[in-house]
């Protein structure tokens, strides 16, 4: 896996594939993400205003929690009891 630290991304599509890069102390400045699924790739990373789209394992996780209730098409997506929240602008630790 690519570590990739202290850049600055900017009005880019970034790929959240957890077998290829790491993000450690970056800033994601209006960047539109397409997580696939796995861990997180942040350490200590600042996004502000991300747009988050879910593909592969984690749209099929989504799917799963909609089709059992935790997650209402009429509501604002909620993370369930004990996921953290990915925030709509600060810091990841």
């Known amino acids: 896996?690519?570590?990739?630290?202290?850049?600055?991304?900017?009005?880019?599509d970034i790929v959240l594939d957890?077998?290829?890069?790491?993000?450690?102390?970056?800033?994601?400045?209006?960047?539109?993400?397409?997580?696939?699924?796995?861990e997180p790739p942040?350490?200590?990373?600042?996004?502000?205003?991300?747009?988050?789209?879910f593909t592969g394992d984690a749209a099929k996780v989504l799917?799963?929690?909609?089709?059992i209730g935790m997650i209402r098409p009429d509501a604002p997506p909620q993370p369930p009891p004990g996921v953290a929240q990915m925030p709509d602008a600060g810091g990841i630790h």
Request: proline share 2%; glycine share 6%; charged share 15%.
């Open 42 to 53: 942040f350490v200590n990373c600042h996004l502000d205003s991300p747009n988050v789209t």
């Open 1 to 12: 896996m690519e570590s990739v630290v202290g850049q600055t991304f900017r009005n880019e």
């Open 18 to 38: 957890a077998t290829k890069k790491f993000y450690v102390n970056c800033k994601f400045l209006q960047c539109r993400f397409v997580y696939m699924g796995g």
């Open 63 to 67: 799917a799963f929690m909609h089709s």
